[in-house]
């Protein structure tokens, strides 16, 4: 579907340019487009290559584990309902923690494995659980402590202070934090209130079925 929606967007922009005879204009922008995309990400790259490869350093030191066991009873009370040593906790808090440094890329591959293993726990796979509807809230509303990416992108445009946004990100996504995690709760909450489904009601037809004392038909 994204990819539908982009290449409409493309074609609507030729067509419109074409039409107002500014089709030079398109083409000068999408090359200019294309040069730019390069340059960020290459700066991206180099950032993000330097993190990782930090986190790869804690990981064989010892800190991230630490970290996961400081953080394991946060996560277990966000996540009353996975059992307390099932593979998905580990990914949820290996995703927490690439969130926490703002390595969104990162965080994105854990994330898709820890839904994986939510949905090895789901009796209904076509519903979501309550806790794939928290890992969701808290992936795309993590605190980050160091907004790694968007610090590598100021940099590449010529910011003078591009790490001056740590703490306006920091009390940004602390508080997008709180609220995901107080709508979870409150959701959560309204769930266990509500009373059980009652059995579907039958077709006309069906009831008078049952009611004429002839037993419907089995097929």
């Not at 926490?100 to 820890?114: E, K, S, W």
């Not at 996504?173 to 979870?184: E, K, M, R, V, Y």
């Not at 077709?203 to 004392?213: F, I, K, L, N």
Request: with cysteine; hydrophobic share 50%.
């Amino acid at each position: 579907m994204v990819n539908w929606i982009w290449l409409g967007m493309i074609a609507l922009s030729v067509v419109f340019g074409a039409a107002n005879g500014r089709i030079q204009q398109v083409t000068e922008a999408a090359f200019s487009g294309a040069q730019t995309g390069v340059t960020v990400c290459f700066g991206l790259i180099s950032i993000l290559v330097f993190w990782m490869g930090l986190m790869k350093i804690a990981e064989a030191s010892g800190i991230v584990r630490r970290l996961s066991a400081l953080m394991a009873p946060i996560v277990r009370w966000l996540f009353p309902d996975v059992p307390k040593d099932h593979p998905a906790l580990g990914y949820i808090l290996s995703n927490m923690s690439a969130n926490l440094l703002g390595l969104g890329n990162a965080a994105t591959p854990m994330g898709i494995r820890a839904m994986q293993e939510l949905q090895k726990l789901n009796p209904d796979p076509s519903t979501a659980t309550p806790a794939m509807c928290t890992l969701l809230a808290l992936n795309t509303a993590s605190i980050t402590i160091v907004p790694t990416t968007l610090i590598a992108i100021r940099m590449n445009f010529g910011a003078a202070h591009p790490a001056d946004i740590i703490g306006p990100t920091l009390l940004a996504t602390a508080i997008s934090t709180g609220a995901a995690i107080a709508a979870d709760r409150w959701q959560r909450r309204r769930n266990r209130a509500l009373p059980p489904s009652l059995p579907p009601v039958l077709p006309p037809s069906s009831a008078g079925r049952q009611t004429s004392g002839v037993p419907p038909a089995s097929f």
